[in-house]
Structures are given as C-alpha cells and as structure tokens.
C-alpha cells in the first residue's frame, strides 16, 4: 500500500536570486546566484550533494536542453544530474525529483534547481510556441497566447456567475492590487510598486478581459533548495521545513474536447488538490492551512483557485477576496511574496521560488512579510492552460 | 445530357465603399473614381479559401460519392506548383480517386473549366464534376484595377442526371490578346491602353462568341432569358447589349458596384446569380472573357425549383455584408504596405509537410473521431475515447465537423498573439452533436461576440510562411450568416 511522502524529507537549505530583467546575468550566473545561497543557508559543501534534478522550460532562449548546463555551471562532481521540464510545473517537479529520490533510499541529500532565462527574446510575454506545443498542435491550434488562454477561462467564469465584466474586473484587480502590496515589501521581487484597484481596472487591456496588471511578470530567475532525508534534518538546522505532500494532475484531454466542463475552474487543480490533501493528512483546508503561494500568472486564475483549492466555496472567492481573507492580516495570506505576479515569473524557478517563500515563512525569517505563526503552506503551479494542463501542488509545514 | 446538378457562391463579408478608395488614393490619379462598392477579402481569405467556400454552398446536401473530378479556375492560386484542386477537395471531403486540376492563366477560365468538366460528364469519364472558380486580384494603390477588381468565387457542380439546367451548347474563341498580362512572380497586372482594349478586344469577342454561339444552337438572341457577360465598361457594356440585340431584362445586371470585377470566378458568380433568378425552360448563356471568349448555353428545368433558396449563393452573400470602414486595411492585408509585425509576428515556425500529409483529413479536411461506443464525437483524431465514461481504444469512425454549426462556448481577443487584424480573436466551440475544440476566429469584432452565440466553420488561411513559401489551411469560426 502505497504511504505518500508526507513527513519523509526536510528542505535544510533554499536559494532565490532576484528576479526580473536580469540583463546583467546569464542563466549559469542566476544559478551560481541561488545555489551560493542555497549551499550556505543548508551549511553543506557541494561534495555533500549525492544527485541534482534541474528545471528549465523554454530551452530555445535559455540555456538548451539536459542537465549539462547545470553540472557546468555549478562544477558538480559528476554527479547523477536530471533535467526536468514540465511547463511552468518544472520548478516544483525539480523538487519532487529530489525529494522523491531522497524518499526512496537512493540518496541522503539532493539538489534541486530551478533557472529560467526568458528576457533575451526581444519582446513582451512568454516565447512564442514553437516547439513547446509541438508541429502538430501548430497546425490546429488557435493563435493562442497564455494571457488569452486564460482570459476564455475569466469569460466563463463571468458568465456562468452572472458577472458582468466590469464586476469581474474589478474583483481580477483587487488580487492583484493585493499582490502588488506584497511585492512592494519584497527585495527579491521584479516588480515592487503598489498599484491601485483604479488603475489596474484602467489598463490596456492585453487579452480580453485581462488587462495589463492582470498578468505576471516575465523575469529572469533561480532559486534552488537542499532536501534530505527527514531524520537527519535536525542535525543541519534546529529549522528544517518538512515536506507533506507533493502532487501533480494532468489534464485528461475531457476539458478540450469532451464537452462537460463549464469553463469556469480548472479541473485538474481539484484532483491534485484531493490528492495532496488526503497525502498532507488535511481535512478542512480553509482552517488548517497558514498560507499560500498560488500560480497566479494571472488573476483570474488565482480566483478560480482560491475555489478549486476548496478553500472559497464556488462562486464566491470573490467575496473572500473583498473581505481581505487572503490579504497579509487576512486569514490565509495568499502570495505574501508577491507571487508571480510580482515576484515575477521565470518558468523553471518559480515553483522552488514559491517553496523558498513557504520556507522562510515557516522558519519566521520572511521580514517585513512576515507571516504570524504559520504551520502549513501551499504552494501551487499550473503549466499550459485551463483546458489543458498540468497542476503541481506541495504543500511543506514543521 | 451534361447539365448543371448544383452551383453555389461566395462573397466575402467585407466590403468597401470605392469613395474610401478613391478618397485615398484620388489624388493619384483622379480618373480611377468608380461608383457603388467592392467586395474585399478578409486577411485570411484567398482565391482558395473563398473557393473552397462556394464548393462548401455547392454541396449542401449533395452526396459526394459520385463526384469524380474537380476543377478549379484562378489567376491568383497560392501556390505555382502545388495544386489548388487538391486542397480544395480534400478540404471538401471528396474522394481521393477522382480527376483535378487548376485551369489558370487567363479569366475565361472559370467558363472552360465549365466546359472541360461538362465534356469528361459528356464522355462518361466523370458522374459529377465539381468546378470552383475564384480571384483575388490585387491592384496597386491608386489604380483602375484597385477600384473595379473585386473578390469572389462560384461554384457549379456539373452532372449527367437530375440536372436543374441542361447545357445545350458552347462556342469559344481563342486568340493571344495581350490586354492585361502578369509575368512569373509578379504581383501586378500590365495593362494596354483601354481603348486598345474596349475597340479591339471586349466589345468584339463577347459579340463574336455569342453569335457563334446562337448560330450552333440555333437559338436567336430574343429566344435567350438571362445573358451573363463582364462589365468591364460600363459604355461599352451597353454597346454590346445592343450589338447583340438584347433588352435591358435581358443582361444579367453586374455585381461591378457590390463585388467588384471578379475575374475568373466573375462569369460564373454571375451564372449563379441567373440560376437563383430563373424558372423552368429558361435559357441562360454565360460568357466568360479573357483572351477571347467562351460561349455557353444553358436551359433550366424544373428542377431548378427544388434548389432555390438552398444555397446562399450570390444573393444571400451579397446581403450578408459588413462595411470596412479603413481603406488603410486592406493594403495592409494585401502587403501594400509594410507594417509593423513586431519580433513575435516575425515568428513561423516551419511546416512539416510529412506530417500535414499523415493529418491531411483532420487538418483541411476537419475531420475528427466517433467513437462507436458511447457514441462521442471529439476533434481531432483520436484512438482513445475522451469520454471518462468510456476511454474505448480504436473504436473510433471518421467523423467530420466542417459542416456542423456550433456554439461558443467562451472567447477572447488576444492583443498579445500577432495577428494582421488584432486583436486575435479565438474561442472554444461546442459542435451540435457533440465535440468541442478551440478554433480562431474570423469575419467578427470582439465586441459582437457572446458566449453560447452561433458559429460555423469556415475555411481560412491559417498562416504564411514567406521565408519557405508555404500556405497554412485550416479552419476557423465565424458567425453563422443569417
């Protein structure tokens, strides 16, 4: 009978770069920058590090394809080094690497990282698609971008609640208002302005109905963490951040073409949140979670998930959201980093960026963002789009 | 007796008021002023996109199967080598043993494709003929030819049996008058001086054809109803009325002021015109002119009833119009003028033709699974069924979506994607019957559109590939026309 991971791995040691235009940086420079950080918090040397698992997405701007560049850049020993890419899942799948590893009985200690170099493209937005999609794809699929993408999701969950687009709009922009708030306290964040629900709602509008500052960053970025096995953490740090669930779900191909899904949430969030949930031993996540990291690369996912988390009941995240619950004195402070939307968004980081925030957190080290005893945080991605996709979701505590 | 089984046609949506054209570009040259409006093909249109759609207005209804051959008549087909009637029968779902092929290089060939498909009926060597027809010619900014070509295509199925209109008879002339001529890889037409044109050339071929025509059939000119010839001048349009003895009911009256001159497709959206208009024993002559003339006669019968109001033809089209209000755009969509794509327009990925070949069905051909099962419908091809219910493995029948309206089911309009008519518009559509997928979107601004409104499948110029010279096809959403 199959145990989970709950409770088998402690992250001893976590690294972020500064995220943002790193026009100063190369993709081994961002991962030297996370790594030094991430080796001196877990007090280790590299000859401690038994495996590496790095992440990077679009390999076409950053540094290619397999886990070469990583060895390269950091001089590891010839040591066991996977690549792993999973859209923007590829930072927290670096980790589950890592921490299932350790889980096995392969390894003691493993290296996770996670880099992304997205800012030599010469434009706005992600890269264009490629070869992400596949040539296939390219000749049936839409001319689809990721903030367009979404947007058809806000359409739909507008519709099916009765929204008009400005009610709907100006809840997109209290999230994100909130976020920038965030990112405002945070050194490490892309963009660190506060910005008001009145601007956000002037915006250009990008896709419709998403304007502007309903959209995350595109940044440059690395963060990298240290996971051992559970019993010898304490002998790192009196601190170790122990790992209870780790969980990914995958789009079935029902959303895209089967035609009983309303548009209005995303399906596989609600089965890896099941799953992950049940693995965490967590019964009633709206009272037993401290704090959440969401893969808010836009708001109007951010709001469907506060739902498909089972933490807003449906339709009304949106009423949460207006009562501050998800606010830094709310009672789950949502994106106390800033989230993607500030903290900026480097696809293969952001998942071990999101974990290097819950850990800080959790050890009372997060500063001026410091959350009030927290126990538990979560930390969600989704890669592709709501019709298809994959969602990854950790969740760490003491 | 070949004759024709059914005709369909196609107008764009978009149409310009010439003043827009003439306001533009007036200064140039202020002889060019031409009255009424033209018909202006979207972004993502061509001569066969827009044919493809006057087969898909051909074929309502019609069973396929006996459809051995199909032409296609264009002086603007995509491609040099690679054939247009291929696309055009694949997208249209037509058997694959069949006869093709593109009858181009001068404008009466729409009505010798007509004449070619009637003569493969006549000899037993085709059951049904399809014939598509279509132009878009472009003229540069400031010339006659950008105020009087217009965009549009036609279609006539040609059969042996229950045919709506029996061909009685035809007479072509065949002469090298270089009027207008377009070199390899050139853009443009040439032209003589119109005089040449009109003394020596237009006002003698159509007479010439005609009479010959009347004089094979022995029919006089009275005994014909409807008569379909270019109006290329409007003077001289008159003058041959009545070189040949014809009444004003007579002469099919010009698309000239909605569509514009239509080249090749222009005597046969004109014969579609007539055929919509005409009752049992009437006599319909078609002239197709360009280099000399072609001469066609027709008789319908009674089954011409049982077709009217079927097919959106040319009446249907013409009323489902849509006013460009930007002379501006459509040189940007013709590549008159350089605009700004950005680093991210730049991007087209190469095409992989091994791989468009495999997918040929489902990718211009719409063509998607049933799974014989539970029954679902799902696009694109699939072995394993999306049904969670189900999940059966190869048990799937063909099943195509390109006829099958929809609803939309959400959308967006996407600033960020590149598009030569932003925003990019796309959406999910759930197919009746079943199915859903994500198409583009086209023909429709932003702020018409609805989620659970109607839409159909039409088929569209996906992308352009300049650097490896390759058309990408494939169907997008639009509005269902009323």
């Known amino acids: 009978m199959a145990e989970g991971i709950r409770d088998k791995v402690a992250i001893i040691g976590m690294g972020c770069t500064r995220f943002g235009e790193r026009w100063d940086a190369n993709a081994d420079d961002l991962m030297v920058e996370a790594f030094k950080e991430t ?94 999609l596949g040539t296939k794809n390219r000749l049936i699929f839409p001319n689809i971008t990721a903030p367009g993408a979404f947007a058809m999701m806000a359409t739909r969950y507008f519709s099916r ?98 035609t009983d899904w309303d548009g209005s949430y995303v399906k596989s969030t609600e089965k890896c949140a099941a799953r992950a949930y049940g693995e965490a031993g967590i019964t009633n996540p709206r009272e037993e979670i401290s704090m959440m990291e969401l893969h808010d690369c836009f ?100 | ?115 070619s498909a009637a003569d493969a009926v006549g000899a037993g060597s085709a059951r049904e003929a399809l014939v598509c027809a279509c132009d878009m010619r472009i003229g540069k900014a400031g010339s006659v030819q950008e105020e009087i070509f217009g965009d549009g295509a036609a279609a006539i199925l040609i059969g042996g049996k229950d045919v709506i209109a029996e061909l009685i008879g035809s007479f072509s002339v065949s002469y090298d008058f270089v009027d207008h001529w377009r070199g390899t890889g050139e853009r443009f037409d040439q032209q003589w001086e119109d005089r040449f044109i009109r003394d020596e050339g237009y006002t003698r071929f159509i007479v010439e054809a005609m009479k010959g025509l009347e004089k094979k059939c022995h029919v006089q000119s009275n005994e014909i109803t409807h008569v379909v010839y270019p109006c290329l001048y409007a003077g001289d349009f008159r003058k041959i009325a009545r070189d040949l003895g014809l009444s004003e009911s007579q002469v099919v009256i010009p698309l000239v002021g909605q569509v514009g001159y239509a080249g090749t497709a222009d005597p046969l959206m004109h014969l579609v015109k007539a055929l919509e208009e005409a009752g049992p024993g009437d006599r319909i002559a078609v002239i197709g002119y360009g280099t000399g003339a072609d001469a066609i006669l027709f008789e319908a019968t009674d089954r011409i009833e049982g077709l009217r109001g079927s097919r959106r033809g040319i009446g249907k089209h013409l009323a489902a119009r849509r006013e ?34 495999r997918n040929r069905k489902q990718v211009l051909g719409l063509y998607g699974s049933k799974c014989t099962s539970c029954g679902t419908p799902q696009y ?36 960020l994607a590149y598009s030569p008519n932003p925003p990019a518009i796309y959406g999910f559509v759930d197919f009746e019957g079943g199915g859903r997928y994500w198409f583009d979107l086209t023909d429709v601004d932003l702020e018409e559109l609805e989620t659970d409104m109607e839409v159909e499948m039409s088929f569209r110029k996906k992308y352009v590939d300049e650097q490896f010279g390759i058309h990408g096809y494939f169907w997008k959403a639009v509005p269902v026309m009323a």
């Not at chain 1, 400005?166 to 506060?194: C, Q, T, Y």
């Open chain 1, 161 to 258: 609640y009765g929204l008009s687009p400005d009610e709907g709009k100006e809840i997109l922009a209290m999230i994100s208002a909130k976020s920038h708030r965030n990112g405002a306290k945070n050194p490490k964040a892309h963009l660190r302005k506060e910005v008001s629900v009145e601007k956000i709602l002037k915006a250009p509008m990008v896709a419709w109905p998403l304007g502007l500052f309903d959209c995350c960053g595109v940044s440059d970025g690395a963060a990298a963490a240290i996971v051992c096995r559970a019993d010898m953490a304490k002998d790192f740090r009196p601190d170790p951040v122990y790992i209870k669930s780790m969980q990914i779900a995958l789009s079935s191909g029902e959303e895209m073409m089967y």
């Open chain 1, 39 to 132: 080796i001196e918090d877990a007090g280790i040397e590299k000859k401690d590090i038994q495996a590496a698992w790095f992440g990077s997405c679009f390999d076409e701007v950053n540094v290619g394809k397999s886990a070469v560049p990583l060895s390269l850049a950091l001089k590891l020993p010839f040591l066991p080094v996977t690549r792993v890419e999973n859209f923007c899942a590829t930072g927290s799948e670096a980790l589950r690497g890592a921490v299932y590893a350790v889980a096995s009985g392969a390894y003691d200690i493993c290296l996770a990282l996670g880099a992304e170099k997205l800012k030599d493209t010469g434009y706005g937005g992600l890269p264009e698609f490629p070869s992400a």
């Open chain 2, 324 to 357: 460009l209000r930007s002379y501006e755009k459509i040189v940007a969509f013709r590549d008159l003028l350089s605009t700004e794509k950005g680093i991210r327009g730049e991007i087209v990925a190469r095409t992989a033709l091994s791989e468009l070949w």
């Open chain 1, 299 to 398: 708001s109007i996912t951010e709001l469907v998930t506060y739902e498909d988390l089972g933490i807003s009941p449906r339709g009304k995240a949106g009423n949460d959201v207006r009562n501050g619950f998800f606010d830094m004195d709310g009672k789950i402070p949502c994106q106390p980093d800033g989230g993607l939307k500030c903290f900026g968004h480097p696809i293969g980081a952001s998942g071990l960026r999101m974990m290097y925030e819950m850990y800080k957190q959790l050890q009372g080290k997060a500063g001026d963002r410091q959350i009030e005893g927290p126990r538990i945080g979560l930390t969600h991605n989704m890669g592709g789009f709501p019709a298809m996709n994959l969602i990854s979701i950790s969740i760490a505590g003491l």
């Open chain 2, 380 to 415: 694109p091809i699939q072995r394993v069924c999306v049904n969670p219910d189900c999940g059966a493995i190869d048990e799937m029948e063909p099943y195509c979506f390109s006829g099958r309206k929809g609803s939309l089911f959400t959308y967006t309009g996407d600033n």
């Open chain 2, 1 to 115: 007796m070949a004759g024709i089984v059914s005709y369909g046609g196609y107008v764009p949506r978009y149409r310009i008021d010439r003043k827009l054209i003439y306001k533009a570009m007036g200064w140039l040259n202020p002889a060019t002023f031409m009255p009424g409006e033209k018909a202006v093909a979207n972004y993502d249109e061509d001569s066969l996109t827009m044919a493809v759609a006057a087969g898909v207005d051909c074929l309502t209804g019609v069973d396929k199967s006996e459809i051995d051959a199909v032409f296609y008549a264009s002086t603007t087909p995509p491609y040099a080598e690679r054939q247009s009637a291929e696309i055009i029968a694949t997208a249209l779902d037509c058997r694959s043993d069949i006869r093709t092929a593109d009858l181009t290089d001068t404008l009466k060939s729409g009505t010798t494709a007509i004449l």
